[in-house]
């Protein structure tokens, strides 16, 4: 996708409870290190597993360059009140000439289960809907994995199916959950 179909990056952090989502910075590269010690986020990422300080601030540059090369929104979800980065969520943009978009998360090992995860989406659903011509968020869940699942559930996406063998990861062909966010009426 063309960047500038892109809107600029937000003036307002996105908020919501106790997470505010801002750019990933040089210093979130212990974030990012910890992230790379899940065994399945480097399976559904750029991020390499156990990555060294080298490979996660080349993570970071990469996520620093979303919004310019068309891609979409990579934002640290950092915790409201100390700014700490606790993981990271994104909204891409690739279908946005069809109004559609995808969004994903990830939080740290560490700060798991204090709902950062669930505001976190909450933040960058109620962000895609400042985006014009934006109508359709969506997300792609492996049925295993109830947290995330719950976490979908809870920031208001809806369920819509499962697609067999949809998408590949870790060689293996996976199953995934489609839920979706639909724009409110206005």
Not at 71 to 89: E, N
Request: aromatic share 8%.
């Amino acid at each position: 996708m063309s960047s500038s179909l892109i809107p600029p990056w937000p003036v307002t952090p996105p908020t919501h409870g106790r997470v505010s989502l801002r750019s990933v910075r040089d210093d979130d590269v212990t974030m990012v290190r910890e992230l790379a010690t899940d065994p399945y986020v480097p399976l559904v990422g750029s991020l390499p597993a156990r990555a060294s300080d080298a490979e996660a601030l080349a993570w970071v540059a990469r996520q620093q360059s979303r919004r310019l090369d068309g891609t979409g929104f990579s934002f640290a979800v950092a915790d409201a009140q100390t700014g700490a980065a606790v993981g990271h969520c994104g909204l891409w943009l690739a279908e946005l000439g069809e109004g559609r978009a995808t969004a994903g998360y990830a939080i740290v090992e560490s700060a798991r289960g204090r709902g950062y995860a669930t505001d976190a989406l909450i933040a960058v659903t109620q962000f895609g809907w400042t985006i014009p011509g934006l109508f359709r968020i969506a997300l792609y869940i492996e049925p295993w994995n109830t947290a995330s699942l719950r976490t979908a559930e809870r920031a208001g996406y809806a369920l819509e199916g499962v697609l067999h063998s949809h998408q590949e990861i870790g060689g293996e062909r996976r199953d995934m959950r489609v839920y979706a966010a639909i724009r409110p009426e206005e």
